[in-house]
Protein backbone atom coordinates (compact mmCIF):
# COMPACT_ATOMS: atom_id res chain seq x y z
CA UNK A 1 0.00 0.00 0.00
CA UNK A 2 1.03 3.61 -0.82
CA UNK A 3 0.97 6.13 2.02
CA UNK A 4 0.78 9.66 1.65
CA UNK A 5 0.64 11.31 5.21
CA UNK A 6 0.12 14.87 4.92
CA UNK A 7 0.38 17.91 7.44
CA UNK A 8 -3.55 18.52 7.58
CA UNK A 9 -7.02 17.78 6.03
CA UNK A 10 -6.97 20.29 3.47
CA UNK A 11 -3.73 18.93 2.18
CA UNK A 12 -5.25 15.43 2.28
CA UNK A 13 -8.07 16.58 -0.01
CA UNK A 14 -5.80 18.55 -2.40
CA UNK A 15 -3.16 15.54 -2.77
CA UNK A 16 -6.66 12.95 -3.25
CA UNK A 17 -8.15 15.79 -5.84
CA UNK A 18 -4.74 16.03 -7.78
CA UNK A 19 -4.51 12.18 -8.28
CA UNK A 20 -8.35 12.04 -9.57
CA UNK A 21 -7.79 15.03 -11.51
CA UNK A 22 -4.40 12.87 -13.08
CA UNK A 23 -6.48 10.24 -13.73
CA UNK A 24 -9.50 12.56 -15.37
CA UNK A 25 -7.55 14.35 -17.30
CA UNK A 26 -5.84 11.03 -19.19
CA UNK A 27 -9.11 9.96 -20.14
CA UNK A 28 -12.36 11.75 -20.35
CA UNK A 29 -14.39 8.46 -20.22
CA UNK A 30 -13.16 7.42 -16.90
CA UNK A 31 -15.71 5.11 -14.60
CA UNK A 32 -15.04 6.60 -11.43
CA UNK A 33 -16.03 5.12 -7.63
CA UNK A 34 -17.14 7.58 -5.62
CA UNK A 35 -17.64 8.09 -1.45
CA UNK A 36 -19.73 9.88 1.09
CA UNK A 37 -19.05 10.93 4.47
CA UNK A 38 -17.16 13.68 5.69
CA UNK A 39 -13.61 13.08 4.76
CA UNK A 40 -14.50 13.25 1.19
CA UNK A 41 -15.88 16.82 1.08
CA UNK A 42 -12.30 18.42 0.57
CA UNK A 43 -11.57 16.55 -1.93
CA UNK A 44 -14.83 17.02 -3.90
CA UNK A 45 -14.35 20.98 -3.15
CA UNK A 46 -10.64 20.39 -4.60
CA UNK A 47 -12.35 18.74 -7.70
CA UNK A 48 -15.44 21.81 -8.02
CA UNK A 49 -12.40 24.10 -7.96
CA UNK A 50 -10.42 22.20 -10.68
CA UNK A 51 -13.44 22.55 -12.85
CA UNK A 52 -13.91 26.34 -12.14
CA UNK A 53 -10.69 27.29 -12.13
CA UNK A 54 -8.95 24.93 -13.93
CA UNK A 55 -11.16 23.09 -17.03
CA UNK A 56 -11.40 20.04 -15.65
CA UNK A 57 -13.83 18.43 -17.65
CA UNK A 58 -16.36 15.92 -16.29
CA UNK A 59 -18.87 15.74 -19.06
CA UNK A 60 -17.47 12.25 -20.16
CA UNK A 61 -17.56 10.74 -16.48
CA UNK A 62 -19.42 7.87 -15.48
CA UNK A 63 -19.49 7.91 -11.70
CA UNK A 64 -20.71 4.89 -9.34
CA UNK A 65 -21.66 5.41 -5.51
CA UNK A 66 -20.40 2.88 -2.95
CA UNK A 67 -23.90 3.01 -0.63
CA UNK A 68 -27.31 4.48 0.18
CA UNK A 69 -29.33 4.72 3.01
CA UNK A 70 -32.39 2.12 3.03
CA UNK A 71 -35.68 3.89 3.34
CA UNK A 72 -34.46 7.54 2.24
CA UNK A 73 -35.29 9.01 -1.54
CA UNK A 74 -33.39 11.44 -3.62
CA UNK A 75 -34.88 14.60 -1.88
CA UNK A 76 -33.86 13.49 1.59
CA UNK A 77 -30.96 16.04 2.72
CA UNK A 78 -29.38 12.35 4.47
CA UNK A 79 -29.25 10.40 1.37
CA UNK A 80 -26.26 10.18 -0.71
CA UNK A 81 -27.85 11.05 -3.75
CA UNK A 82 -28.20 14.55 -1.86
CA UNK A 83 -25.00 14.60 -0.64
CA UNK A 84 -23.42 14.33 -3.73
CA UNK A 85 -25.45 16.62 -5.78
CA UNK A 86 -24.50 18.71 -3.03
CA UNK A 87 -20.95 18.62 -2.76
CA UNK A 88 -20.30 17.62 -6.40
CA UNK A 89 -22.81 17.06 -9.09
CA UNK A 90 -24.81 20.50 -8.95
CA UNK A 91 -21.58 22.14 -9.41
CA UNK A 92 -19.13 20.44 -12.21
CA UNK A 93 -20.41 19.02 -15.67
CA UNK A 94 -21.02 15.68 -15.04
CA UNK A 95 -24.35 14.06 -16.74
CA UNK A 96 -26.72 13.18 -14.76
CA UNK A 97 -27.26 10.14 -16.59
CA UNK A 98 -24.05 9.03 -16.44
CA UNK A 99 -24.43 9.53 -12.22
CA UNK A 100 -25.19 6.60 -10.12
CA UNK A 101 -26.08 6.10 -6.58
CA UNK A 102 -27.76 3.07 -4.96
CA UNK A 103 -31.27 3.23 -5.03
CA UNK A 104 -32.52 3.38 -1.25
CA UNK A 105 -36.11 2.84 -2.08
CA UNK A 106 -35.51 -0.10 -4.05
CA UNK A 107 -38.25 -3.12 -3.12
CA UNK A 108 -35.55 -5.74 -4.07
CA UNK A 109 -32.25 -4.04 -2.47
CA UNK A 110 -30.43 -7.58 -3.35
CA UNK A 111 -31.79 -8.01 -6.68
CA UNK A 112 -31.06 -4.31 -7.41
CA UNK A 113 -27.20 -4.32 -5.98
CA UNK A 114 -26.79 -7.56 -9.23
CA UNK A 115 -28.01 -5.11 -11.28
CA UNK A 116 -25.85 -2.37 -9.79
CA UNK A 117 -22.55 -4.67 -10.56
CA UNK A 118 -23.56 -5.19 -13.71
CA UNK A 119 -24.09 -1.77 -14.91
CA UNK A 120 -20.83 -1.12 -13.53
CA UNK A 121 -19.30 -3.80 -15.16
CA UNK A 122 -21.01 -2.94 -18.36
CA UNK A 123 -19.74 0.72 -17.94
CA UNK A 124 -16.24 -1.23 -18.12
CA UNK A 125 -15.70 -1.27 -14.48
CA UNK A 126 -14.47 1.28 -12.49
CA UNK A 127 -10.74 2.79 -13.05
CA UNK A 128 -10.31 4.88 -9.76
CA UNK A 129 -12.01 4.24 -6.47
CA UNK A 130 -12.39 6.66 -4.00
CA UNK A 131 -13.21 5.43 -0.32
CA UNK A 132 -13.13 6.49 3.40
CA UNK A 133 -12.91 4.12 6.21
CA UNK A 134 -15.10 4.14 9.51
CA UNK A 135 -13.64 4.02 12.97
CA UNK A 136 -14.37 0.20 12.74
CA UNK A 137 -12.66 -0.56 10.03
CA UNK A 138 -15.73 -0.51 7.21
CA UNK A 139 -15.16 0.31 4.09
CA UNK A 140 -18.74 0.91 2.20
CA UNK A 141 -21.12 -0.45 4.31
CA UNK A 142 -19.37 -3.67 4.61
CA UNK A 143 -19.47 -3.75 8.85
CA UNK A 144 -16.81 -6.41 10.11
CA UNK A 145 -18.47 -9.65 10.77
CA UNK A 146 -17.91 -12.90 10.24
CA UNK A 147 -18.41 -13.44 6.73
CA UNK A 148 -18.36 -10.19 4.19
CA UNK A 149 -20.44 -10.25 1.06
CA UNK A 150 -19.05 -10.48 -2.42
CA UNK A 151 -21.23 -8.63 -4.23
CA UNK A 152 -23.85 -5.13 -4.25
CA UNK A 153 -26.51 -5.86 -2.26
CA UNK A 154 -28.76 -5.21 1.25
CA UNK A 155 -26.20 -4.98 4.40
CA UNK A 156 -27.08 -4.13 8.40
CA UNK A 157 -25.34 -1.42 9.67
CA UNK A 158 -24.08 -1.97 13.31
CA UNK A 159 -24.24 0.37 16.28
CA UNK A 160 -20.96 1.56 15.91
CA UNK A 161 -21.73 3.12 12.57
CA UNK A 162 -25.08 4.60 13.66
CA UNK A 163 -23.56 5.85 16.65
CA UNK A 164 -20.73 7.54 14.37
CA UNK A 165 -22.96 8.86 11.00
CA UNK A 166 -25.96 10.24 14.07
CA UNK A 167 -24.08 13.37 13.68
CA UNK A 168 -25.87 14.28 10.64
CA UNK A 169 -29.07 13.31 11.76
CA UNK A 170 -31.76 14.88 14.56
CA UNK A 171 -31.67 11.85 16.54
CA UNK A 172 -29.58 8.20 16.58
CA UNK A 173 -33.37 7.01 16.14
CA UNK A 174 -33.41 8.57 12.74
CA UNK A 175 -30.43 6.84 11.53
CA UNK A 176 -31.23 3.93 9.28
CA UNK A 177 -30.33 0.86 10.20
CA UNK A 178 -29.86 -0.81 6.64
CA UNK A 179 -28.35 0.07 3.49
CA UNK A 180 -27.15 -0.84 0.02
CA UNK A 181 -23.73 -1.50 -0.67
CA UNK A 182 -21.00 -1.76 -2.93
CA UNK A 183 -19.41 -5.65 -2.12
CA UNK A 184 -15.96 -6.33 -1.07
CA UNK A 185 -15.48 -7.93 -4.24
CA UNK A 186 -16.95 -5.15 -6.35
CA UNK A 187 -14.70 -2.73 -4.60
CA UNK A 188 -11.79 -5.08 -4.98
CA UNK A 189 -12.85 -5.10 -8.97
CA UNK A 190 -11.63 -0.95 -9.06
CA UNK A 191 -8.37 -0.98 -10.80
CA UNK A 192 -6.71 1.78 -8.48
CA UNK A 193 -8.22 2.58 -4.68
CA UNK A 194 -7.70 5.52 -2.62
CA UNK A 195 -8.32 5.50 0.59
CA UNK A 196 -8.95 9.16 2.78
CA UNK A 197 -8.26 8.75 6.56
CA UNK A 198 -8.36 12.20 8.85
CA UNK A 199 -8.21 13.16 12.20
CA UNK A 200 -7.80 11.40 15.55
CA UNK A 201 -10.72 9.64 15.54
CA UNK A 202 -9.61 7.27 12.65
CA UNK A 203 -5.61 6.77 14.33
CA UNK A 204 -6.72 3.73 15.63
CA UNK A 205 -8.12 1.89 13.24
CA UNK A 206 -5.43 3.03 10.88
CA UNK A 207 -2.71 1.74 13.17
CA UNK A 208 -4.45 -1.33 12.81
CA UNK A 209 -4.51 -1.44 9.40
CA UNK A 210 -1.10 -0.54 8.54
CA UNK A 211 0.45 -2.94 11.23
CA UNK A 212 -0.96 -6.26 11.50
CA UNK A 213 -0.07 -7.43 7.98
CA UNK A 214 -2.98 -9.74 8.06
CA UNK A 215 -6.47 -9.66 6.37
CA UNK A 216 -9.74 -9.89 8.61
CA UNK A 217 -13.25 -9.85 7.80
CA UNK A 218 -13.59 -7.64 11.65
CA UNK A 219 -11.64 -5.16 10.13
CA UNK A 220 -13.02 -4.82 6.49
CA UNK A 221 -10.33 -2.44 5.47
CA UNK A 222 -7.56 -5.19 5.59
CA UNK A 223 -8.75 -6.64 2.85
CA UNK A 224 -6.95 -3.43 1.02
CA UNK A 225 -3.44 -5.05 1.76
CA UNK A 226 -4.53 -7.69 -0.90
CA UNK A 227 -5.21 -5.41 -4.18
CA UNK A 228 -2.52 -4.46 -5.80
CA UNK A 229 -2.87 -0.60 -6.45
CA UNK A 230 -3.64 1.13 -3.17
CA UNK A 231 -3.08 4.83 -2.34
CA UNK A 232 -3.52 5.99 1.72
CA UNK A 233 -3.45 9.65 1.60
CA UNK A 234 -4.48 10.68 5.47
CA UNK A 235 -3.02 13.30 7.73
CA UNK A 236 -0.94 13.55 10.61
CA UNK A 237 -3.47 13.14 12.95
CA UNK A 238 -5.11 10.02 11.39
CA UNK A 239 -1.45 8.75 11.44
CA UNK A 240 -0.37 9.67 14.54
CA UNK A 241 -0.48 5.82 16.20
CA UNK A 242 1.27 4.08 13.53
CA UNK A 243 4.81 3.23 15.24
CA UNK A 244 3.87 4.11 18.46
C1 LIG B 1 -19.50 6.46 2.58
C2 LIG B 1 -18.99 5.19 3.07
C3 LIG B 1 -18.44 5.02 4.44
C4 LIG B 1 -17.57 6.18 4.91
C5 LIG B 1 -17.07 5.93 6.32
C6 LIG B 1 -16.27 7.09 6.87
O1 LIG B 1 -19.96 6.34 1.26
O2 LIG B 1 -19.08 4.24 2.36
O3 LIG B 1 -17.68 3.84 4.48
O4 LIG B 1 -16.50 6.35 4.05
O5 LIG B 1 -18.15 5.67 7.17
O6 LIG B 1 -17.12 8.20 7.03
P1 LIG B 1 -16.57 9.62 7.42
O7 LIG B 1 -15.79 10.12 6.26
O8 LIG B 1 -17.81 10.45 7.65
O9 LIG B 1 -15.73 9.44 8.63
Redesign the pocket.
Known sequence: MKIIVTDSYDEMSKAAAEIFEKEIRQDSKIVLG????????GTYEELVRKYKEEKLDFSGVTTF???EYVGLDVKDPNS?RFFMEEHLFNHVNTNNENTHVPDGMTVNPDEYGEKYDKMIEAAGGIRIQL?????NG?????EPDEELPVGTGLVNLTIQ?IE??AR?FKSKEQVPTQ?I??GMGSIMKAKKIVI????E??AEIIKKLLERGKVSTRIPATFLLLHPDVTLVCDRKAYSLVGR
Open positions: LATGSTPINLDYLGIGSHIAFNTDNFASMLASGGK
